[in-house]
């Protein structure tokens, strides 16, 4: 209970997004300035200067999608939902402090940091919520949080959740989020399951980047859990720039369903654990428009995860884990 056990600090790693219009271009910026995302040789030099263009050249088109839904991105009002209902879930056990750091938009790692200080916690539990390592996801909150913890270090152990891509709450989540997207359907085992996962550069695969496998063994998962026999497929959206990708794209698939005659799919969004612009834009927007221009007669969305009590209770098992 609070108050007669040692204090854990608990961080929930996010990637951000957009809090207000004004936030768009300097979301960008900081995104496009992580070694993860924009690497070359040499990069280092050209990077802060790339990143400012790229930013600026795309600012308009993606503050017209953001615009569309609602004018900023609800990722950290959800991520802050998840931080509360990981700490209550928690206070049967354990005197737990949850805190959110992003990557690219506030609250940064440093203000996690701060927010932590003065707890007077025993030890740091870090958790991204990227339930699959990834170099460009994972890895790089990883990275940050260590830069900035070497300069302003709290003097507690510190240990690491790096994925959970198979835990059975987590995977139990989906399912019954799937359930409640296929609930108003009818036969719905005709219903075409499309797995959607964040893209990623064939340059990490390449050089280890597990993401890809550990999507693979979701889905595997998600499917015998659930006891679906539907057609299904995966595929990748949210590409950036010139580079190879995995593929298939979401607007590929799309694409390539309709032409061999699906009429009806559910998209799955596996990967991600809050709604924002990868789901409420580009796949309840773009993706669902996609499917109306080719013929689809029945699109729906799977809602992401949120604050689902399935999940909190992964989160919850994977830190009490964790401090043993």
Known sequence: MPGTHPKIGVVLFQLGGPDAPDAIEPFLYNLFCDPE??????????????????SRTRVKTVGEHYREIGGFSPIRRLTEEQASALQKALAPVMDARVVVAMRYWRPF??????????????QIVLLPLYPQYSYATTRSSLNEWNRVYRTRPLGVPVKTVESYYDHPDYIAAIVERIETAM????????VHMVFSAHGLPLKLVQAGDPYPKQIDE????????????????LCFQSRVGPQKWLQPSLTQAIERLAHDGVQRMVVVPVAFVTEHIETLHEINVEARAEAEKHGVQEFTMMPALNDSPLFIRALADLVVRATR
């Open 109 to 122: 790692t440093q203000d996690a940091i701060a927010a932590l200080q003065s707890e007077n916690v025993s």
């Open 37 to 54: 995302i924009i690497n070359f040789p040499l990069a280092w030099i050209a990077r802060k200067a790339l990143a400012k263009f790229i």
């Open 218 to 233: 979701t889905v595997r998962r998600v499917l015998a859990f659930g006891g679906y026999r539907n057609p299904h497929m």
């Open 183 to 190: 609930a108003p359907l009818q036969q719905r085992e005709a």
